[in-house]
């Protein structure tokens, strides 16, 4: 499962946005032998 997050600022004395960041969270289940699993459903 991948998810991507971006962070945006705006000033306080006006609309003007600027993303400060952005970054790909990958999420990876293991399975008791420690070897990439699938995810449970549900």
Do not use: H, Y
Not at 13 to 42: C, H, M
């Amino acid at each position: 499962m991948r998810f991507q997050v971006k962070t945006w600022r705006r000033s306080c004395d006006g609309d003007e946005q600027i993303k400060v960041t952005k970054a790909v969270f990958t999420s990876v289940a293991f399975d008791n032998g420690s070897r990439p699993g699938l995810l449970p459903t549900g």
